[in-house]
Nanobody
Framework: QVQLVESGGGLVQAGGSLRLSCGAS????????MGWFRQAPGKEREFVAG????????DYADSVKGRFTISRDNVKKTVYLQMNSLKPEDTGVYYC?????????????????WGQGTQVTVSS
């Protein structure tokens, strides 16, 4: 079992930066692939970024490549999402999720555990 808690969301102007954190409980955090997803109002939840259990592999949605960076610290049981050059279309609730399998999956159904989400709002 893994429990996930996101933090770091907020209101930022276009072009600004935010760093999201997702803290995990449970002894097996280091064995999970981790992902970040987001959901904008009226839209489906979508994959943003993923990272393998070791941190050696990452994957990104095309819309965030070059602007967002996912990383993890298995000692601190935390996964991060550094978001730079933010755009209004990045607005939404951001969720972290844990998947007990490899490789990095982009579909929601592959992930077993989810956090409660943190709101990110980018103003123009």
């Amino acid at each position: 079992q893994v429990q996930l808690v996101e933090s770091g969301g907020g209101l930022v102007q276009a072009g600004g930066s935010l760093r999201l954190s997702c803290g995990a409980s449970g002894r097996t955090f280091s064995s999970y692939t981790m992902g970040w997803f987001r959901q904008a109002p009226g839209k489906e939840r979508e994959f943003v970024a993923g990272i393998s259990w070791s941190g050696g592999s990452t994957d990104y949605a095309d819309s965030v490549k070059g602007r967002f960076t996912i990383s993890r610290d298995n000692v601190k049981k935390t996964v991060y999402l550094q978001m730079n050059s933010l755009k209004p279309e990045d607005t939404g609730v951001y969720y972290c999720a844990a998947d007990g399998r490899d490789p990095i999956a982009t579909r929601l159904t592959a992930y077993d555990y989810w956090g409660q989400g943190t709101q990110v709002t980018v103003s123009s």
